[in-house]
């Protein structure tokens, strides 16, 4: 069985990407939430096997929902 991240890990992972996109003021501060629970579906949906691949996938979901 391959490891796959759980859904409080992706949570976790979202939200501190989120906030330094906000930081960078990327997202406004009224947008955060959604794009922390698009960001966790997204790497819940991509099944990332780690934190380094959950980053990566938030990341990208950010951007999108940017």
Known sequence: MSKVVKKKVALKVAKK???KAVAKK????????SVV???AKAI??????????????AKKAVKKAA
């Open 37 to 39: 629970k698009a960001a």
């Open 26 to 33: 990327i997202i406004s501060k009224k947008k955060a939430s």
């Open 17 to 19: 990407v989120t906030k």
């Open 44 to 57: 819940i949906k991509k099944k990332a096997s780690n934190k380094k691949s959950a980053k990566k996938v």
